[in-house]
C-alpha cells in the first residue's frame, strides 16, 4: 500500500511524496471552501494570468458550485499544492515517515465529511431540500423541465425515498465519528455519494466538484485500512490488528477525545435539526398552505371592457392562476408564458395587492370575491390595464401524479 494507518517507522520515497501532495491538496480544497472569498485577489488574479478569463464572474454562484469561480479555486489549489509539495519535498526529504500528520490529516477530513453528511442528509429526512413538486410544475410540460429540474421533481414526489437517502447519508456520517468504525463508514460515504455525484453529472446539477471531491475523500479514508477489507472480503485470507498510530496512550486523552465528539456531535445536531424542521415548515411540504391555495382555471377574461377569447396564440389573456405560497402566485398565459407576481392577501377587506417581483409595491389593487372553494373572481388594474377575471378551481389532487399512491399489487405495469 502506498499510505496506510498502521504505524510504520519508515516509508517509501514514494509514499512520501504522495501523502505531501495529497495534504497539500486536501487541506487547501477544505480551506478555500469555506474562505476562497477572502482570497479572491489573487485567486482570480491566477484566473485571469494563468487561466486566461477575461470576462467578469461572481464569486459566489448564485447557488451553483460549478460557477467560474469554483474552478479557479481547484485550479489554483492543485497548483499550489504541486508548489508546495515541491518544495517540501526538498526540505525535508530526510524526515524518515508522517505517521502523526497522516493521523491529523484524516481528523480533519473526517470532521469535513461528518459535518457535510449530516447536514445534506437531515435535509433530505426533513424533506426540506426536495420539496414535493409545486402547483406550477404540475401544469409544466415534461419537454419543458431542465434535467436539474426533472431530478428535484423525482426527488420531491417520494417521502420515503428522502428519508432513506437522507438516512443511510445520517449513518455513514456517524459511523465515520469513532475510530473502529471509520473504515466502514468511509466505505459507506464513497457508495452514497457516487451516487449523488453521478446524479449530478448526469442531471447536470451544478454540485459536480464538490460531491466528487468528498467521493475522494471517502476513498482516501477506506484506502488507508482496504488491505484487510480485501483480504477478508475478495481473497479470503486471514487479517492481523493493526498496529494504528496514536498520538497519545493515556486513558484520559480518550476519554476527552470520546466527550469532546459527544459535545461537538450535539452541537451539530442541535444546529441542524431545529434548522431543517424549520425550513420544511417554511418552505417544505408541511408549509402552511396560503389562502385561495391552488390551481385556478379562468374561464372569463376581460381586459379593458374586452372579452378575450381563450386562443392560444393570445399572449395577454391568463389561462391559469397558480397560488402555492404565502405572498407569491404565477401566471401561466395561453402561449405558456410564465409571470411570476407578489400576491398579498388582505382576506378582511377582501383585497389583494398584485404586482411583479421586480416593480414598486401596489397597495390593494384588486378586489376579490371567494364565495366558494371552487370560484374566484378578480377585479382591479395592473400595468394600466383594468382586468375582471372569473376562475374555475382545478382538483390537483386528480392528477395522476398525485393520486396514483402505492400499490402492492400490479397486475401489469402502470407506465404513463
Not at 472569498?37 to 486566461?52: A, E, F, N, R
Not at 492543485?78 to 526529504?93: A, K
Not at 484506502?223 to 493515556?250: A, C, G, I, Q
Not at 415548515?281 to 402552511?288: A, S
Amino acid at each position: 500500500m502506498i499510505l496506510t494507518r498502521e504505524h510504520r517507522e519508515n516509508w517509501s520515497g514514494f509514499s512520501k511524496v504522495f501523502f505531501r501532495f495529497v495534504f497539500c491538496y486536501f487541506i487547501l480544497y477544505i480551506f478555500f471552501s469555506f474562505s476562497g472569498s477572502l482570497l479572491q485577489t489573487p485567486l482570480k488574479w491566477i484566473g485571469s494570468t494563468i487561466l486566461g478569463i477575461d470576462y467578469e464572474y461572481d464569486i459566489s454562484g448564485y447557488g451553483s458550485g460549478d460557477h467560474t469561480f469554483s474552478y479557479v479555486k481547484l485550479f489554483s489549489g492543485l497548483l499550489i499544492s504541486l508548489i508546495f509539495t515541491l518544495i517540501w519535498s526538498i526540505l525535508d526529504r530526510k524526515r524518515p515517515a508522517y505517521n502523526a500528520l497522516l493521523y491529523w490529516l484524516l481528523v480533519i477530513i473526517r470532521l469535513y465529511l461528518i459535518y457535510f453528511m449530516l447536514v445534506y442528509g437531515f435535509i433530505k429526512v426533513f424533506k426540506s431540500q426536495f420539496p414535493y413538486p409545486s402547483l406550477s410544475r404540475m401544469l409544466q410540460p415534461l419537454g419543458e423541465f431542465s434535467p436539474m429540474g426533472l431530478a428535484w421533481t423525482y426527488m420531491g414526489y417520494s417521502n420515503g425515498f428522502n428519508i432513506f437517502t437522507g438516512g443511510l447519508e445520517v449513518i455513514a456520517g456517524l459511523l465515520l465519528i469513532p475510530k473502529r468504525t471509520q473504515t466502514l463508514g468511509a466505505l459507506m460515504v464513497a457508495g452514497v455519494m457516487t451516487h449523488v455525484a453521478a446524479m449530478n453529472l448526469m442531471f447536470d446539477i451544478p454540485v459536480k466538484l464538490f460531491s466528487v471531491h468528498l467521493v475522494f475523500m471517502a476513498l482516501f479514508i477506506f484506502s488507508l485500512d482496504s488491505k484487510r477489507f480485501f483480504n477478508v472480503f475478495l481473497f479470503n485470507k486471514p487479517t492481523d490488528t493493526n498496529n494504528y498510530f496514536r498520538p497519545n496512550k493515556e486513558p484520559l486523552y480518550n476519554k476527552i477525545t470520546f466527550w469532546m465528539k459527544i459535545v461537538l456531535l450535539a452541537l451539530v445536531l442541535l444546529m441542524i435539526i431545529p434548522r431543517g424542521i424549520s425550513s420544511t415548515k417554511r418552505w417544505g411540504d408541511k408549509r402552511t398552505k396560503p389562502h385561495l391555495y391552488g390551481i385556478w382555471e379562468t374561464a372569463y377574461f376581460i381586459k379593458n371592457n374586452d372579452t378575450l377569447p381563450p386562443l392560444v396564440t393570445d399572449f395577454d389573456r391568463w389561462r391559469y392562476l397558480i397560488i402555492d405560497y404565502k405572498d407569491r402566485a404565477t401566471v401561466k398565459t395561453m402561449t405558456d408564458d410564465i409571470r411570476a407576481y407578489n400576491f398579498i392577501i388582505d382576506s378582511t377587506k377582501q383585497k389583494i395587492s398584485v404586482f411583479k417581483r421586480d416593480s414598486d409595491t401596489l397597495n390593494n389593487n384588486f378586489n376579490y370575491k371567494y364565495p366558494n372553494k371552487h370560484f374566484l373572481e378578480l377585479e382591479g388594474i395592473i400595468e394600466d390595464d383594468t382586468l375582471h377575471i372569473i376562475f374555475n378551481k382545478v382538483d390537483h389532487e386528480q392528477f395522476l401524479l398525485n393520486s396514483r399512491g402505492f400499490n402492492w399489487i400490479n397486475e401489469r405495469p402502470f407506465n404513463r
